[in-house]
């Protein structure tokens, strides 16, 4: 076959740019990132050897060899791992073929030195190569395939792939033409340190020579050592190796579980964000092991959709070592591996949670990871109370900082016997939202929820420590029986009759018709006009919106609103005297479309006819002046 040129996918080409010209200060990650996706190779090779031991043919044993030639200016790094195909090839090192590659390249910002974080949280991985060569050759050739392949580029936009018989017997080599300002990385004393630095841990013997036998790495499985001799260092790297990240682990669990079971776990919960977190598939990152064999990291009932964020590894004594990905759907030792999971993470954080001196520190957990653990609210019922112990939330009386459940309803208000809460898209919106002032003026605090999957795990929860959690943009909201610190302020204006209010409520309802559900009087407003609220039992004004948004609702299935409007404000009051004179409806039908309009807008809600809108506000303002 003939050599092949192609392009690099538009975003691998973004990514090489800022790589090759960056001015990371650590470039000795390139190796650390190399060996680990070699390591890798030897892992699923050596799962793949269980079923077919062909595979291995007459090397049976992993390592991982670098040789530099300083007189070529090359270093070389090779494994004897799983290989890679044509097709592989192409697809491994020519696209970034994995969630979070859009929202990954969106954040990119052109700045060489702010994207640089950026790629670490995503993982370069093979690409951190360019940092220090000018140009990179790639032979492989896949275990239990004759034909092994060439791939070579210089970073620069292309790349091409041909036939080789040079590769090698089986795995992958990879040879650096080094810049001529990174050819320290030539020097074996070099090497050697950024081996022990970065990659001790790695359980496949690293050779440094062409004729080297003795592995300059630990090559044994971090996680089986016992916790007082490994450093925090060390659990470092190995996270940065097994969740191919830069930062620095925010939470380290490594214990051992024996009884019923037997297994070994190694989970680290990251300080930042990975970019695939809100995938629709919801893939966890942790790969399970048998008798330190890998086995996949796309194990389905390992870990809940909930805990995704988490990255490491389990190693079970019980699994059998040939047991397939479909066996393991089945097989209740998963399901005990997963309960044990489940208990120890929720456990360690309900810790951090409950500790006062560690509450900024949660803080920035909860920041990053709390609307995925919220979902567990209403998928895993019987971890439900330790979830609810690790909720917090921003309020409208929290200024700014955290507070939990407990918390709140220590703070609750005599008379208050529910968790008022509204939903919305953005904090600044929901706290200045007219729902909410009444329930501001009487100093009873409301959660201020903008996650989407606020609207669901509340439906479900329901209640909490015999107190149900009620939207305060539904009706029915009882403020009177409430005793705030201060007599409300809207209690201390002059207000409309109740006659005249009713006369407006009737004549506002036959005016909008179909438009609203009904017209009533608010105990909620104290500065705006009007407000729409949900009847109590009908949907959620922001979870009906939502639905709408992911054409999950038709215009034709949405539920009509409740209109309320404040007897206290001054343009309700005009409104109201004027409603009770002859030919009332007539002068105020423009009246009653524009308060309708101003509660949508308010809403954050499209109007339904701005024409109309434009046209009514002109004629109210010139008859007005």
């Known amino acids: 076959m003939s050599e092949e040129r192609l392009s690099f996918q538009a975003e691998v080409s973004r990514l090489l740019d800022i790589v090759a010209h960056s001015l990371y200060s650590e470039k000795e990650v390139f190796l650390r990132e190399l060996i680990s996706n070699a390591s890798d190779a030897c892992d699923r090779l050596r799962y793949a050897a269980l079923t077919d031991g062909s595979l291995l043919g007459d090397d049976p044993d992993f390592k991982i060899r670098l040789v530099a030639d300083k007189e070529a200016g090359t270093l070389t790094l090779s494994d004897n791992g799983i290989g890679m195909s044509r097709d592989d090839l192409v697809e491994n090192l020519g696209t970034i073929a994995r969630s979070g590659t859009s929202a990954f390249v969106k954040n990119l910002s052109g700045d060489a030195k702010k994207d640089v974080s950026l790629i670490g949280q995503f993982g370069v991985g093979f690409y951190s190569a360019f940092m220090v060569a000018e140009k990179v050759e790639v032979f492989s050739r896949k275990a239990g395939e004759a034909q092994g392949w060439r791939w070579v580029s210089d970073g620069q936009g292309s790349f091409t792939v041909a036939e080789a018989q040079e590769a090698p017997a089986r795995g992958t080599r990879i040879v650096m033409h080094m810049r001529e300002a990174e050819k320290e990385f030539l020097e074996e004393h070099r090497l050697r340190q950024v081996i022990k630095t970065y990659s001790d841990h790695i359980a496949v013997p690293i050779l440094l020579g062409a004729d080297a036998t003795d592995s300059v790495n630990a090559a044994n499985a971090l996680w089986t050592r016992p916790r007082s001799e490994i450093t925090a260092e060390q659990y470092k790297e190995f996270y940065h190796h097994v969740g191919h990240g830069f930062d620095e682990p925010w939470l380290t669990l490594h214990w051992r579980a024996e009884g019923v079971i037997e297994y070994t776990g190694l989970l680290f919960v990251p300080q930042q964000r990975p970019f695939d977190l809100f995938d629709p598939r919801r893939a966890h990152h942790v790969k399970l092991y048998v008798r330190r064999i890998f086995i996949t990291d796309e194990a389905e009932g390992l870990v809940p959709p909930y805990l995704r964020f988490l990255k490491g590894v389990v190693d079970s004594e019980d699994l059998p070592l040939n047991v397939s990905r479909e066996m393991l759907q089945n097989n209740p030792v998963l399901a005990k591996l997963k309960a044990g999971i489940v208990k120890r993470v929720l456990g360690d954080l309900n810790k951090k949670a409950a500790d006062p001196e560690q509450a900024a520190d949660y803080a920035r957990f909860w920041d990053a990871f709390g609307a995925v653990l919220k979902e567990g609210l209403y998928e895993d019922y019987a971890h439900r109370d ?46 200045k939202s007219p729902q909410v002032e009444g329930f501001r003026a009487r100093g009873v605090e409301v959660l201020l929820l903008t996650d989407p999957v606020d609207e669901f795990w509340v439906g479900s929860v329901r209640e909490t420590d015999g107190k149900p959690f009620k939207s305060v943009t539904r009706g029915g909201a009882d403020l009177s029986k409430i005793k705030g610190e201060d007599k409300p302020e809207e209690e201390k204006k002059d207000k409309a009759s109740d006659g005249d209010l009713s006369s407006l409520t ?91 309009d101003q509660a949508r807008i308010l809403e954050g809600e499209p109007l339904p006819d701005p024409l109309a809108f434009s046209r009514r506000m002109a004629a109210f303002v010139e008859r007005g002046l």
């Open 506 to 596: 009737a004549l506002l309802k036959l005016t909008l018709g179909e438009e609203v559900k009904d017209v009533r009087r608010s105990e909620r407003l104290t500065d705006s006009a009007v407000c729409l609220v949900a009847d109590d039992g009908d949907m959620d004004i922001h979870l009906q919106r939502l639905l709408k948004q992911h054409g999950q609702l038709g215009a034709d299935d949405a539920t009509r609103r409740v209109l309320e409007v404040n007897p206290g404000h001054p343009l309700i009051r005009r409104l109201a005297e004027k409603a009770g004179q002859e030919g009332a409806a007539e002068a105020l039908e423009d009246a009653a479309w524009l308060l309708l």
């Open 386 to 431: 330790d979830l609810l112990k690790l909720l917090r939330f921003r309020t409208t009386e929290s200024k700014g900082e955290l507070v939990s459940l407990a918390t709140y309803i220590s703070r609750m208000k005599e008379g208050q016997d529910a968790i008022y809460y509204i939903t919305g898209d953005e904090k600044s919106a929901v706290e």
